[in-house]
């Protein structure tokens, strides 16, 4: 199982960014995918996840109405449009794979890439 990650970069406050994850070595048809991000001497948080059989999706709380979470099936690729982006959303961010379909943001995630670094500021 291989998730690449890709699109990060710097943007001014207020700018946007897309990261894109595209997986590749895993079929399962029912498994939950997210994002999480690290930033320097803080705790890995997770930012949202999509139940990819039903495409439901989960975000955290200061990301909400600024990030959306999409598939494209057809390529197995995730996107995380990141809008109206905020110096401290400034972290590495990776996606993860939980083979638990009802998995959520607090629990472990069982395959990993990594990471692509954005960083907000002026």
């Known amino acids: 199982v291989q998730l690449v990650e890709s699109g990060g970069g710097l943007v001014q406050p207020g700018g946007t960014l897309r990261l894109s994850c595209e997986v590749s070595g895993f079929t399962a048809s029912d498994y939950t995918i997210g994002w999480f991000r690290q930033a320097p001497g803080m705790k890995r948080e997770g930012v949202s996840c999509m139940r990819v059989s039903d495409g439901r999706t989960y975000y955290e709380d200061s990301v909400k109405g600024r990030f959306t979470l999409s598939r494209d099936a057809a390529t197995n690729t995730v996107y995380l449009q990141m809008n109206s982006l905020k110096p401290e959303d400034t972290a590495v961010y990776s996606c993860?794979?939980?083979?638990?379909?009802?998995?959520?943001?607090?629990?472990?995630?069982?395959?990993w890439g990594q990471g692509t670094q954005v960083t907000v500021s002026s």
């Open positions: 993860a794979i939980s083979l638990d379909p009802l998995a959520t943001l607090y629990m472990s995630f069982d395959y």
